[in-house]
């Protein structure tokens, strides 16, 4: 009973410890964000009015020459003409046409005129005729003057469409004018030198580029540095700019400091606090809690590079893949989440196949993964979600330097009363101090105080000897042409018994 309430006490005087730390931290964080505010407010809204005040006389200049275009007597004549050889005969005329607007057309990627019968000529830019097609559907739906936000081509477009209208006629055509978003990010970039201010441009509630990844425009709203909107000329499109986090880097150098100490010091008091808990626990539940740990561990990374994935899908305009992702997603994670520790081989080898299918849309076809299970397992089990990892490894560091031609093998066989996995890729391998590293770290990393390691082989390595003691074992091969890695484990019937 005294050791219980000795526990209780180093429970109450740890909690009340830590939060006393944090109300100290919040309390310093508030005060010291107050002051940075305001010392870095004039410097960003000088910045930023210097990017709207350039950014928007760069869109000015379409837009006049966009009215140009639409009031021009020969942009008329073209998009009148009905005969088609008479209408490209037509459409030569025009090329010398921005030679007299006076208007530098650097930013322009596409220049696109249409006639009401979806007829068309690229006075500037070389988009392809599917692409010239889908955008006159796209346009000829719109109300005009209207902005425009496309992917084409594996390209994301921003810009202006607006009707051709003779003088005294109904709308004949309709003129596009294309700006890449990667163009305009690089402008953004040349009027920002520090790389430190969130900018984005949005119309109609919503963001069609910004210089970072998903930046929303509630982000600007729940920003505690000075924002500022405004409207870029007469076009939809409004420029929202605020200071990022590094904005204010140098003057966080004492926040930081004090961040450091105070983690440092929370962290000895959780290994205070774990260290006499975990007195509480015998050692299968502490091998429980470390198994259970590992799986969350692995499950997590392979949630996050799925998410980016479905990301990039919803924003290239894939919607039917993301779908497709979406759907497998949730198939792996409610499989990886199973309360059964143990699965049937080929179960997970079907799995496996959704888990490829996935990474074959993340990493766009490039990757190859062949499977060949013996089908004698069939009647055997194994743990969950070893071979995930292993094959995420390979994809993630065998191949990141690698643009096709990525190929994993994948083999589960039985010799004698033990089932041997072994997954071999053609990546780039390690190099001899990689290899010798890796394989310091495996021997040296004891199971029950390294549980947390983030290392995913590490982690497998763990799993195997917590279920199987010395009888799991994980063994690596490492060249400069490709890895390796076996897995060896007991024959495991339906019953968990080997």
């Known amino acids: 009973m005294k050791n219980l309430d000795s526990k209780k006490r180093v429970r109450i005087i740890s909690l009340i410890f830590i939060a006393a730390i944090f109300v100290v931290w919040g309390l310093f964080y508030f005060v010291i964000s107050g002051y940075i505010s305001n010392r870095t407010s004039n410097q960003m809204e000088q910045a930023a009015n210097q990017i709207i005040e350039r950014f928007g006389g760069e869109l000015s200049q379409i837009e006049r020459l966009t009215s140009s275009l639409v009031q021009n007597s020969d942009v008329h004549a073209l998009v009148q003409e009905k005969d088609m050889s008479k209408f490209y005969t037509q459409a030569a005329t025009l090329d010398g046409l921005l030679d007299t607007t006076a208007i530098n057309p650097d930013l322009i990627d596409s220049i696109i005129l249409f006639s009401e019968d979806r007829s068309y000529y690229r006075l500037v830019g070389r988009l392809g005729n599917r692409s010239c097609m889908r955008l006159a559907n796209m346009v000829s739906s719109m109300d005009m003057p209207s902005h425009l936000s496309v992917d084409l081509e594996n390209r994301r477009y921003i810009g202006f469409a607006d009707a051709i209208k003779p003088i005294g006629s109904e709308t004949a055509g309709f003129a596009v004018i294309l700006i890449e978003e990667e163009r305009v990010l690089e402008l953004l970039g040349t009027y920002d030198q520090s790389g430190l201010l969130l900018v984005a441009i949005s119309a109609n509630n919503e963001i069609i580029t910004a210089n970072t990844d998903e930046l929303h425009l509630f982000d600007f709203d729940s920003s505690h540095q000075p924002v500022i909107h405004s409207r870029l000329g007469i076009t939809p499109y409004r420029i929202s700019v605020t200071a990022g986090p590094e904005y204010m880097s140098d003057s966080l150098t004492y926040f930081n400091v004090i961040a450091i ?30 198994v259970f740990s590992l799986k969350k561990q692995i499950n997590a990374h392979f949630t996050i590079n799925t998410l980016n994935t479905l990301r990039l899908l919803v924003e290239r305009g894939d919607l039917i893949e993301a779908e497709t992702v979406s759907m497998g997603l949730i198939s792996l994670v409610r499989y990886a989440y199973d309360r059964d520790e143990l699965i049937n081989i080929w179960d997970e080898h079907t799995v496996l196949e959704d888990y490829i299918n996935i990474m074959h849309s993340r990493y766009n076809g490039k990757l190859e993964v062949d499977f060949d299970f013996d ?78 390691e983030n290392i995913a082989l590490l982690n497998i390595k763990n799993r195997l000897f917590f279920y199987f003691g010395d009888s799991g074992r994980l063994r690596i091969i490492a060249t400069d042409s490709g890895t390796k890695v076996m897995l060896f484990m007991p024959l495991l019937t339906e019953a968990g018994g080997q």
């Open 261 to 290: 100490i105070t983690v440092a010091i929370i962290a000895i008091v959780l290994v205070i606090y774990t260290g006499i808990l975990n007195r509480s626990f015998s050692n299968q539940e502490k091998q429980k809690a470390l």
């Open 375 to 452: 089908d004698r397992l069939i009647d055997y089990y194994m743990p969950r979600m070893l071979l995930q990892p292993v094959i995420e490894n390979a994809i993630v560091h065998g191949f990141k330097e690698m643009e096709a031609g990525c190929i994993i093998h994948v083999k589960g066989e039985i010799n004698d009363s033990e089932v041997i996995f072994t997954v071999i890729d053609n990546g780039c391998g390690m190099t001899e101090n990689e290899y010798a590293y890796l394989t310091e770290k495996m021997k040296t990393a004891a199971v029950s105080t390294q549980g947390y």
